[in-house]
């Protein structure tokens, strides 16, 4: 773990902890001068801004990585280096964290845990190759509610070696904002909700905008890629054709940026904070006609998007797709698997939870019985020790009526089996636990390091459920 001290020799050295993925960058291009001082593929620099959410009106500090508009969408290639520089423009301490992005520990942007804090216009470079491909996304791992909640989420594409074929490829970035009748941002949690499902947003969001219109090719085929990067909803997704009421012709293809090992209906994997869904669309071949992408909500369906066609019916079907190849995910050893439970409940205790960076003042929740750090015998150990390598099974139980989507930095995952529904073999980073579910998934260890391995709601994970696991 970093100290304050440590922090200030690292940060004076530019960033000591990206180390392993400067030498891999030098390596790859053969070059003598220092990684760092090449420019790195894009500058993200988080800071304050003004922009309207809602039509006609300014909402004021809001935080973005770009200087106007929400952060922009990185693209990049599987198996290629891609390095980041962050430059922090905020008046607070921040990081980024790759979600989902199976990469060295050093460049995970967990602060103590990876990296020391990155202060007001101090710079940290990241450089990693990302392994798999699909729809990820980025965020800081700092002040998180705060931060995330006035709009630091942004979306990360890695690219497949071959092009699957579609017409059009198109993210959304869909997240809620809590602000008020006057545009402005109000609290971001309520203790009463965080002590349950979580506080929502009060304007629904698709790419900052509110129910936002895209130009489509009639008859094309379109890659739709949905991100849950809001802080606390759950996503239950539709795809309406606005003038019959029908189902769209849609196709799930990854979850997670895996892909899906068969279609499913959409309805069947709602996506929690921090998921995302790779959907196809065949669009309709009619100019003019619309599609509406909703998601479901305790009130109801709930606009999100829509999509309306343009241009001569293209024609196309899902045949000439070419079907996404699987990310190199090891295949866990189930018949020498260790089996480690991890409980996610209620907690008894009073008293406010120190997480990482930023203490919402209250602890709800608790891992195994412990709100992390809590009252340890080794107070910031981790979770558990996994052997590097070896595989094992999550047991992962919810004793709560609420739902938790649970992350694990670093490793993927493959779903296997639930107390309440029949799963596929999906791979995740993130898996949904619905009220009340049990769930077990297996993986293999094979990522040295620090893993955090919280709840998304982030309210959830600032007051108690949070922590790592250790692979050595
Ligand atoms: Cu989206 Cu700790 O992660
Ligand atoms: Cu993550
Ligand atoms: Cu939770």
Redesign the pocket.
């Known amino acids: 773990m970093f100290t304050r001290r440590e922090f200030v020799a690292a940060g004076l050295a530019g960033g000591g902890a990206v180390g392993s993925g400067i030498a891999l960058a030098e390596g790859l291009t053969g070059q003598g001068a220092r990684a760092s001082d090449r420019p790195a593929d894009v500058v993200l620099k988080p800071q304050q801004i003004n922009h309207p959410v809602l039509s006609g009106i300014t909402t004021k500090g809001m935080m973005s990585y770009a200087p106007a508009g929400p952060a922009p969408v990185l693209r990049m290639k599987q198996g290629a280096v891609f390095t980041a520089d962050l430059i922090n423009g905020l008046d607070e301490a921040t990081t980024i ?1 790759w ?1 989902g992005l199976r990469i060295p520990n050093a460049v995970d942007g967990v602060p103590f845990l990876t990296q020391p804090y990155v202060y007001k216009d101090e710079r940290f470079r990241y450089a990693f190759t990302p392994p798999d491909a699909g729809t990820f996304w980025y ?1 800081p ?1 700092c002040n998180t509610l705060e931060q995330m909640g006035r709009g630091l989420t942004g979306l990360l594409i890695v690219e497949e070696p071959e092009d699957p074929g579609f017409d059009q490829d198109l993210a959304l970035n869909l997240r809620d904002f809590r602000l008020g009748d006057d545009g402005q941002f109000i609290r971001q949690f309520k203790p009463r909700l965080a002590a349950r499902g979580g506080t929502l947003g009060t304007v629904m969001t698709a790419n900052w905008r509110v129910e936002p219109r895209y130009e489509v090719s009639s008859g094309g085929l379109l890659r739709l890629r949905l991100a849950a990067t809001d802080v606390t909803r759950v996503y239950r997704i539709s795809v309406i054709e606005e003038d019959t009421q029908a189902t769209a012709d849609v196709r799930v293809i990854a979850l997670d940026a895996n892909p899906v090992p068969a279609a499913f209906p959409l309805e069947v994997y709602p996506i929690g904070a ?1 998921q995302r869904m790779d959907l196809a669309i065949r669009l309709p071949r009619e100019e003019g006609k619309i599609l509406r992408i909703e998601t479901q909500s305790g009130a109801g369906p709930r606009l999100l998007a829509t999509l309306i066609a343009r241009g001569p019916d293209l024609g196309r079907s899902f045949a000439e797709l070419k079907p996404l190849p699987p990310n190199p995910v090891q295949e866990p050893d189930l018949a020498n698997a260790t089996t480690l439970p991890f409980t996610f409940s209620w907690s008894a205790e009073k008293s406010g939870v120190e997480s990482i960076c930023g203490t919402l003042g209250y602890t709800f929740w608790a891992i195994n019985r412990v709100p992390w750090p809590g009252d340890v015998p080794n107070p910031g150990g981790p979770l558990a020790e996994l052997k590097l390598g070896q595989s094992y099974i999550f047991r992962l139980i919810n004793e709560t009526p609420n739902s938790h989507p649970i ?1 694990l ?1 670093g490793m993927s995952f493959k779903l296997l089996r639930s107390n309440k529904r029949k799963l596929m073999p999906l791979v995740s980073d993130t898996a949904l636990l619905l009220p009340n579910e049990h769930m077990e998934v297996a993986l293999v260890a094979d990522n040295p390091g620090d893993w ?1 391995f ?1 709840c ?1 709601v982030i309210e959830h994970q600032k007051s108690g459920l949070t922590g790592y696991v250790r692979v050595i």
């Open positions: 964290h979600h965020h791992h921090g992350h930095h955090v919280h998304h």
